[in-house]
Protein backbone atom coordinates (compact mmCIF):
# COMPACT_ATOMS: atom_id res chain seq x y z
CA UNK A 1 0.00 0.00 0.00
CA UNK A 2 3.14 2.28 0.26
CA UNK A 3 2.91 5.23 -1.65
CA UNK A 4 6.23 7.82 -1.92
CA UNK A 5 6.54 11.92 -2.28
CA UNK A 6 8.32 12.31 -5.90
CA UNK A 7 10.21 15.01 -7.27
CA UNK A 8 10.99 15.41 -10.61
CA UNK A 9 14.54 16.34 -10.89
CA UNK A 10 17.18 15.82 -13.65
CA UNK A 11 20.92 16.74 -13.40
CA UNK A 12 21.78 19.81 -15.41
CA UNK A 13 24.59 18.15 -17.11
CA UNK A 14 21.79 15.66 -19.00
CA UNK A 15 19.90 18.86 -19.80
CA UNK A 16 23.05 20.43 -21.55
CA UNK A 17 23.99 17.13 -23.20
CA UNK A 18 20.13 17.20 -25.00
CA UNK A 19 21.09 20.47 -26.51
CA UNK A 20 24.45 19.87 -27.31
CA UNK A 21 22.54 17.06 -29.42
CA UNK A 22 19.93 19.62 -30.57
CA UNK A 23 22.71 22.48 -31.91
CA UNK A 24 24.82 19.46 -33.68
CA UNK A 25 22.20 18.11 -35.42
CA UNK A 26 22.67 17.54 -39.11
CA UNK A 27 20.25 19.32 -40.74
CA UNK A 28 19.11 17.96 -44.16
CA UNK A 29 16.75 18.46 -47.59
CA UNK A 30 13.34 19.23 -47.42
CA UNK A 31 11.17 20.06 -50.77
CA UNK A 32 10.94 23.60 -51.01
CA UNK A 33 7.54 23.92 -51.42
CA UNK A 34 6.76 21.32 -48.70
CA UNK A 35 4.89 23.33 -45.69
CA UNK A 36 3.78 20.41 -43.39
CA UNK A 37 2.68 18.21 -46.19
CA UNK A 38 5.76 16.08 -46.10
CA UNK A 39 6.10 15.96 -42.42
CA UNK A 40 7.34 18.28 -39.97
CA UNK A 41 8.39 21.82 -41.61
CA UNK A 42 11.99 22.45 -41.53
CA UNK A 43 11.92 26.13 -40.73
CA UNK A 44 9.60 25.50 -38.00
CA UNK A 45 11.84 22.68 -36.30
CA UNK A 46 14.58 24.90 -37.00
CA UNK A 47 13.37 27.75 -34.81
CA UNK A 48 12.36 26.08 -32.31
CA UNK A 49 15.89 24.20 -31.82
CA UNK A 50 17.54 27.73 -31.60
CA UNK A 51 14.46 28.53 -29.25
CA UNK A 52 15.17 25.44 -27.58
CA UNK A 53 19.16 25.64 -27.12
CA UNK A 54 19.31 29.54 -26.52
CA UNK A 55 16.47 30.78 -24.22
CA UNK A 56 14.26 26.84 -22.94
CA UNK A 57 15.13 26.56 -19.30
CA UNK A 58 14.02 23.00 -18.36
CA UNK A 59 14.53 23.70 -14.40
CA UNK A 60 12.23 26.36 -14.69
CA UNK A 61 9.88 23.97 -15.61
CA UNK A 62 10.93 21.23 -13.18
CA UNK A 63 9.49 23.67 -10.64
CA UNK A 64 6.29 24.76 -12.22
CA UNK A 65 5.73 20.49 -12.63
CA UNK A 66 6.87 19.73 -9.06
CA UNK A 67 4.56 22.13 -7.73
CA UNK A 68 1.51 19.86 -7.60
CA UNK A 69 2.30 16.93 -5.20
CA UNK A 70 3.94 13.86 -7.55
CA UNK A 71 3.49 10.56 -5.77
CA UNK A 72 4.47 6.75 -6.99
CA UNK A 73 3.56 4.20 -5.68
CA UNK A 74 3.70 -0.13 -7.45
CA UNK A 75 0.59 -1.61 -9.15
CA UNK A 76 0.77 -5.20 -10.51
CA UNK A 77 4.65 -4.53 -10.14
CA UNK A 78 4.82 -1.18 -12.04
CA UNK A 79 5.39 1.69 -10.73
CA UNK A 80 2.67 4.57 -11.50
CA UNK A 81 3.57 8.22 -10.86
CA UNK A 82 0.46 10.33 -10.42
CA UNK A 83 -0.36 13.59 -9.61
CA UNK A 84 -2.76 13.97 -6.76
CA UNK A 85 -4.13 17.22 -5.69
CA UNK A 86 -6.96 16.75 -3.30
CA UNK A 87 -9.89 19.51 -2.68
CA UNK A 88 -11.08 21.54 0.18
CA UNK A 89 -14.52 20.39 -0.27
CA UNK A 90 -15.87 17.52 1.57
CA UNK A 91 -18.26 16.74 -1.03
CA UNK A 92 -15.50 16.89 -3.85
CA UNK A 93 -15.86 14.06 -6.82
CA UNK A 94 -12.62 12.01 -6.95
CA UNK A 95 -11.83 11.97 -10.84
CA UNK A 96 -8.80 10.48 -13.01
CA UNK A 97 -7.33 12.70 -15.80
CA UNK A 98 -5.97 10.31 -18.52
CA UNK A 99 -2.99 12.13 -21.03
CA UNK A 100 -2.16 10.16 -24.09
CA UNK A 101 0.00 9.83 -27.00
CA UNK A 102 2.31 11.82 -27.69
CA UNK A 103 1.01 13.75 -24.72
CA UNK A 104 1.97 13.68 -20.99
CA UNK A 105 0.44 15.59 -17.72
CA UNK A 106 1.84 18.63 -19.01
CA UNK A 107 -1.35 18.83 -21.28
CA UNK A 108 -3.45 19.37 -17.36
CA UNK A 109 -1.00 21.56 -15.92
CA UNK A 110 -3.89 24.37 -16.32
CA UNK A 111 -7.14 22.28 -15.52
CA UNK A 112 -6.05 20.65 -12.56
CA UNK A 113 -6.45 23.90 -9.67
CA UNK A 114 -9.87 25.03 -11.57
CA UNK A 115 -11.51 21.98 -11.25
CA UNK A 116 -10.02 21.27 -7.84
CA UNK A 117 -10.86 24.40 -6.17
CA UNK A 118 -13.43 26.40 -8.59
CA UNK A 119 -14.09 29.12 -6.16
CA UNK A 120 -10.24 30.36 -6.48
CA UNK A 121 -11.82 30.97 -10.42
CA UNK A 122 -14.67 32.17 -9.67
CA UNK A 123 -16.89 29.48 -9.79
CA UNK A 124 -17.85 28.78 -6.37
CA UNK A 125 -21.24 27.25 -7.00
CA UNK A 126 -19.25 24.64 -9.46
CA UNK A 127 -18.61 21.14 -8.34
CA UNK A 128 -15.48 20.42 -7.14
CA UNK A 129 -12.63 17.45 -7.96
CA UNK A 130 -10.14 15.73 -6.23
CA UNK A 131 -7.52 14.93 -9.08
CA UNK A 132 -5.01 12.21 -10.16
CA UNK A 133 -3.24 12.39 -13.25
CA UNK A 134 -1.19 9.36 -13.67
CA UNK A 135 1.75 8.64 -16.23
CA UNK A 136 0.46 5.69 -18.20
CA UNK A 137 2.26 2.84 -17.58
CA UNK A 138 5.55 3.24 -20.10
CA UNK A 139 4.98 7.04 -20.98
CA UNK A 140 7.08 9.66 -18.97
CA UNK A 141 7.56 8.79 -14.97
CA UNK A 142 5.67 5.94 -14.51
CA UNK A 143 7.19 2.58 -14.75
CA UNK A 144 8.29 0.22 -17.91
CA UNK A 145 6.10 -2.72 -18.58
CA UNK A 146 7.88 -5.84 -19.56
CA UNK A 147 6.26 -6.00 -22.47
CA UNK A 148 3.36 -4.36 -24.43
CA UNK A 149 -0.06 -3.63 -22.38
CA UNK A 150 -2.96 -2.26 -23.79
CA UNK A 151 -5.50 0.55 -22.75
CA UNK A 152 -7.66 -2.53 -20.91
CA UNK A 153 -5.15 -3.48 -19.39
CA UNK A 154 -3.86 -0.38 -18.29
CA UNK A 155 -7.31 0.45 -17.04
CA UNK A 156 -7.32 -2.56 -14.62
CA UNK A 157 -3.83 -1.19 -13.07
CA UNK A 158 -5.46 2.40 -12.65
CA UNK A 159 -8.49 0.93 -11.09
CA UNK A 160 -6.33 -0.67 -8.58
CA UNK A 161 -4.45 2.73 -8.04
CA UNK A 162 -7.64 4.62 -7.26
CA UNK A 163 -9.30 1.73 -5.21
CA UNK A 164 -6.55 -0.32 -3.76
CA UNK A 165 -3.84 2.68 -2.97
CA UNK A 166 -6.06 5.93 -2.61
CA UNK A 167 -9.10 4.47 -1.18
CA UNK A 168 -11.48 5.72 -3.60
CA UNK A 169 -14.20 3.08 -3.93
CA UNK A 170 -16.23 5.35 -5.75
CA UNK A 171 -14.77 7.91 -8.48
CA UNK A 172 -15.13 8.86 -12.03
CA UNK A 173 -12.72 9.92 -15.53
CA UNK A 174 -11.78 11.72 -18.07
CA UNK A 175 -9.40 11.29 -21.30
CA UNK A 176 -8.53 12.04 -24.41
CA UNK A 177 -6.58 10.10 -26.84
CA UNK A 178 -5.47 6.78 -25.25
CA UNK A 179 -6.70 8.51 -22.09
CA UNK A 180 -10.69 8.06 -23.42
CA UNK A 181 -9.81 4.33 -24.63
CA UNK A 182 -8.53 3.86 -21.11
CA UNK A 183 -11.63 5.49 -19.54
CA UNK A 184 -13.71 3.48 -21.88
CA UNK A 185 -12.73 0.45 -20.44
CA UNK A 186 -12.61 1.95 -16.53
CA UNK A 187 -16.60 2.50 -17.14
CA UNK A 188 -16.92 -1.26 -19.31
CA UNK A 189 -14.81 -3.43 -16.67
CA UNK A 190 -15.08 -1.57 -13.91
CA UNK A 191 -18.20 0.14 -13.32
CA UNK A 192 -18.26 -0.76 -9.45
CA UNK A 193 -16.29 1.30 -8.94
CA UNK A 194 -15.89 3.89 -11.74
CA UNK A 195 -19.09 5.97 -12.09
CA UNK A 196 -19.05 7.64 -14.81
CA UNK A 197 -16.64 8.72 -17.96
CA UNK A 198 -16.16 12.07 -19.58
CA UNK A 199 -13.96 11.69 -23.56
CA UNK A 200 -13.03 13.76 -25.72
CA UNK A 201 -12.15 11.61 -28.32
CA UNK A 202 -13.94 8.44 -29.90
CA UNK A 203 -11.87 5.64 -28.96
CA UNK A 204 -13.69 2.36 -29.82
CA UNK A 205 -15.47 1.07 -32.47
CA UNK A 206 -18.93 -1.24 -32.43
CA UNK A 207 -19.34 -4.72 -33.64
CA UNK A 208 -22.37 -4.27 -35.92
CA UNK A 209 -20.30 -1.45 -37.50
CA UNK A 210 -22.24 1.75 -39.07
CA UNK A 211 -25.96 1.29 -39.64
CA UNK A 212 -27.98 4.54 -40.99
CA UNK A 213 -27.07 6.36 -43.73
CA UNK A 214 -25.76 8.88 -42.01
CA UNK A 215 -23.37 6.51 -40.08
CA UNK A 216 -22.32 4.71 -43.19
CA UNK A 217 -21.55 8.38 -45.00
CA UNK A 218 -19.16 9.25 -41.91
CA UNK A 219 -17.21 5.83 -42.13
CA UNK A 220 -16.69 6.10 -45.67
CA UNK A 221 -14.71 9.74 -45.35
CA UNK A 222 -13.55 8.86 -42.03
CA UNK A 223 -11.48 5.69 -43.60
CA UNK A 224 -10.60 8.34 -46.43
CA UNK A 225 -9.45 11.00 -43.98
CA UNK A 226 -7.23 8.30 -41.46
CA UNK A 227 -5.23 7.48 -44.85
CA UNK A 228 -3.12 11.04 -44.67
CA UNK A 229 -2.83 10.57 -40.69
CA UNK A 230 -2.49 6.93 -40.41
CA UNK A 231 1.59 6.65 -40.82
CA UNK A 232 2.71 6.82 -37.43
CA UNK A 233 -0.41 4.31 -36.55
CA UNK A 234 0.87 1.58 -38.96
CA UNK A 235 4.64 1.46 -37.55
CA UNK A 236 3.78 1.93 -33.49
CA UNK A 237 1.17 -0.77 -33.91
CA UNK A 238 3.19 -3.38 -35.64
CA UNK A 239 6.69 -2.67 -35.26
CA UNK A 240 7.15 0.31 -32.59
CA UNK A 241 10.94 -1.44 -31.67
CA UNK A 242 12.44 -0.55 -35.55
CA UNK A 243 11.40 3.43 -34.64
CA UNK A 244 12.78 3.26 -31.59
CA UNK A 245 16.40 2.81 -32.56
CA UNK A 246 16.59 6.31 -34.14
CA UNK A 247 14.65 8.06 -31.75
CA UNK A 248 16.55 7.04 -28.34
CA UNK A 249 19.41 8.87 -29.64
CA UNK A 250 17.77 11.56 -31.40
CA UNK A 251 16.03 15.01 -29.53
CA UNK A 252 15.43 16.40 -32.86
CA UNK A 253 14.03 13.24 -34.10
CA UNK A 254 11.92 12.76 -31.25
CA UNK A 255 10.72 16.38 -31.45
CA UNK A 256 9.70 16.27 -35.32
CA UNK A 257 7.62 13.02 -34.93
CA UNK A 258 5.44 14.55 -31.84
CA UNK A 259 5.67 18.16 -33.10
CA UNK A 260 3.70 16.84 -36.67
CA UNK A 261 0.75 15.50 -34.51
CA UNK A 262 0.24 18.92 -32.92
CA UNK A 263 0.44 20.50 -36.00
CA UNK A 264 -2.22 18.18 -38.20
CA UNK A 265 -4.30 17.51 -35.19
CA UNK A 266 -5.21 20.67 -33.76
CA UNK A 267 -7.35 23.83 -34.67
CA UNK A 268 -4.76 26.28 -35.57
CA UNK A 269 -4.69 30.25 -34.88
CA UNK A 270 -3.90 31.42 -38.15
CA UNK A 271 -2.79 27.77 -38.99
CA UNK A 272 0.19 28.63 -36.31
CA UNK A 273 1.61 26.09 -33.97
CA UNK A 274 3.18 29.61 -32.35
CA UNK A 275 -0.28 31.43 -31.77
CA UNK A 276 -1.64 28.17 -30.32
CA UNK A 277 0.26 26.62 -27.86
CA UNK A 278 3.72 27.94 -25.99
CA UNK A 279 6.65 27.11 -27.03
CA UNK A 280 7.41 25.91 -23.58
CA UNK A 281 4.41 23.55 -23.13
CA UNK A 282 5.45 21.59 -26.43
CA UNK A 283 9.15 21.55 -25.35
CA UNK A 284 8.21 20.37 -21.59
CA UNK A 285 5.82 18.17 -23.02
CA UNK A 286 9.10 16.49 -25.63
CA UNK A 287 11.66 16.96 -22.90
CA UNK A 288 9.68 14.39 -20.50
CA UNK A 289 10.04 11.91 -23.27
CA UNK A 290 13.90 12.26 -23.62
CA UNK A 291 14.53 12.23 -20.04
CA UNK A 292 13.24 9.48 -18.83
CA UNK A 293 14.11 7.41 -22.13
CA UNK A 294 10.47 6.96 -22.97
CA UNK A 295 9.30 7.33 -26.76
CA UNK A 296 10.29 3.52 -27.06
CA UNK A 297 8.24 2.02 -24.06
CA UNK A 298 4.70 4.84 -24.59
CA UNK A 299 4.74 3.39 -28.32
CA UNK A 300 4.14 -0.23 -27.05
CA UNK A 301 0.24 0.62 -26.13
CA UNK A 302 -0.56 0.64 -29.85
CA UNK A 303 0.83 -2.98 -30.62
CA UNK A 304 -0.46 -3.48 -26.86
CA UNK A 305 -4.37 -2.51 -27.88
CA UNK A 306 -3.91 -4.93 -30.78
CA UNK A 307 -3.35 -7.51 -28.88
CA UNK A 308 -5.92 -7.01 -27.17
CA UNK A 309 -8.28 -7.02 -29.67
CA UNK A 310 -8.55 -3.50 -31.44
CA UNK A 311 -11.01 -0.86 -31.37
CA UNK A 312 -13.88 -3.35 -31.07
CA UNK A 313 -15.26 -2.61 -27.50
CA UNK A 314 -17.96 -5.65 -27.26
CA UNK A 315 -18.07 -8.78 -29.83
CA UNK A 316 -21.44 -9.41 -27.96
CA UNK A 317 -22.36 -5.79 -28.68
CA UNK A 318 -22.50 -4.30 -25.19
CA UNK A 319 -21.82 -0.75 -24.41
CA UNK A 320 -20.43 1.06 -21.76
CA UNK A 321 -23.56 1.38 -19.10
CA UNK A 322 -22.26 4.55 -16.79
CA UNK A 323 -23.17 7.61 -17.60
CA UNK A 324 -20.50 8.86 -20.97
CA UNK A 325 -19.83 12.56 -21.33
CA UNK A 326 -18.94 13.58 -24.69
CA UNK A 327 -17.15 16.52 -25.70
CA UNK A 328 -16.45 16.85 -29.60
CA UNK A 329 -14.06 19.46 -30.89
CA UNK A 330 -14.52 20.34 -34.32
CA UNK A 331 -10.48 19.87 -35.27
CA UNK A 332 -10.22 16.32 -34.06
CA UNK A 333 -8.08 14.33 -36.38
CA UNK A 334 -10.76 11.03 -35.85
CA UNK A 335 -13.39 12.62 -36.94
CA UNK A 336 -16.84 11.98 -34.31
CA UNK A 337 -19.26 9.56 -36.02
CA UNK A 338 -23.20 10.54 -35.92
CA UNK A 339 -24.89 10.41 -32.07
CA UNK A 340 -26.74 7.61 -33.32
CA UNK A 341 -23.63 5.71 -33.54
CA UNK A 342 -21.97 6.44 -29.74
CA UNK A 343 -25.38 5.91 -28.62
CA UNK A 344 -24.90 2.38 -29.16
CA UNK A 345 -21.45 2.29 -27.36
CA UNK A 346 -22.53 4.23 -24.77
CA UNK A 347 -24.76 5.45 -21.71
CA UNK A 348 -24.74 8.89 -23.28
CA UNK A 349 -26.35 11.83 -21.14
CA UNK A 350 -24.14 14.19 -22.32
CA UNK A 351 -23.01 16.13 -25.42
CA UNK A 352 -21.45 19.48 -26.14
CA UNK A 353 -20.67 20.10 -30.00
CA UNK A 354 -17.41 22.76 -29.26
CA UNK A 355 -17.16 25.94 -31.75
CA UNK A 356 -13.14 25.71 -31.42
CA UNK A 357 -10.41 23.10 -31.06
CA UNK A 358 -8.95 19.89 -31.61
CA UNK A 359 -7.07 16.78 -30.48
CA UNK A 360 -5.09 18.38 -27.12
CA UNK A 361 -8.28 19.60 -25.71
CA UNK A 362 -6.93 20.59 -21.92
CA UNK A 363 -3.97 22.15 -23.48
CA UNK A 364 -5.47 24.18 -26.26
CA UNK A 365 -9.00 24.50 -24.97
CA UNK A 366 -8.96 24.25 -21.47
CA UNK A 367 -11.53 26.97 -19.83
CA UNK A 368 -14.43 24.71 -22.65
CA UNK A 369 -13.11 21.50 -21.42
CA UNK A 370 -13.12 22.84 -17.57
CA UNK A 371 -16.80 23.87 -17.78
CA UNK A 372 -17.86 20.31 -19.75
CA UNK A 373 -16.41 18.18 -17.40
CA UNK A 374 -17.87 20.13 -14.30
CA UNK A 375 -21.47 20.32 -16.38
CA UNK A 376 -21.19 16.75 -17.53
CA UNK A 377 -20.49 15.75 -13.34
CA UNK A 378 -23.27 17.72 -12.10
CA UNK A 379 -25.92 15.20 -13.68
CA UNK A 380 -23.03 12.04 -12.56
CA UNK A 381 -24.01 10.58 -9.28
CA UNK A 382 -21.90 8.57 -7.32
Known amino acids: MQIDPFQISFPEQTILKIKEKVQAFPWHEMPKDGGWSFGTNIDYIKNLADYWTKKYDWKSQEVRLNRFPNYKTKVDDIDIHFIFKKSSSSKAIPLILIHGWPGSIVEFLEIIDPLCEPEKYGNKDQVSFDIIAPSIPGFAFSGKPENPIGPKRIAAIFNKLMTEKLGYQKYVAQGGDWGSAISTWLGFDHSKNCKGIHINMLPSRHIDGPKTEEEKSWDKQFSKDYVSQSGYFAIQSTKPQTLSYAMMDSPVGVAAWILEKFYHW ?24 ILTKSFNTSSWIYYGRVKEGGR ?59 KDIQNFYKKVVI
Not at 266 to 289: A, P, V
Request: aromatic content about 10%.
Open 266 to 289: SDLKEGSLELTYKKDDLLTNIMIY
Open 312 to 370: ILSKEGRRVEVPTGCAIYPKEFLTWPPKSYVERLFNLVHWTEMNEGGHFAALEQPSSLI
